[in-house]
């Protein structure tokens, strides 16, 4: 995984909203698109950039596309932040 990817995708707040989102349930993009005063291009735009990020991942069903969030890929980005804090005990 690329972290700098990561971390571009989730510095801006559409698509941290998008991510908030996909926490309870799976939606499309036209559904996301609801949620936001946004065009569904722009909405579809913000998702490509999730996707290529890791993090969320699209299934096909009939005509639609529905988008899920990919947590192994939050539990790794936390990982690494942990890692960056150092540890109290190591201190002692």
Do not use: C
């Not at 988008?67 to 932040?81: A, C």
């Amino acid at each position: 995984m690329a972290m700098g990817t990561t971390l571009k995708a989730i510095a801006d707040p559409v698509r941290r909203r998008i991510l908030e989102l996909l926490k309870t349930r799976s939606y499309s993009a036209g559904e996301l698109a609801t949620q936001f005063d946004l065009k569904q291009a722009t909405v579809s735009y913000h998702l490509k950039l999730l996707k290529e990020a890791g993090l969320i991942t699209e299934r096909h069903e009939k005509n639609f596309i529905y988008y899920d969030l990919n947590t192994s890929v939050f539990e790794e980005v936390l990982g690494w932040i942990y890692s960056l804090g150092g540890h109290d005990d190591e201190s002692k």
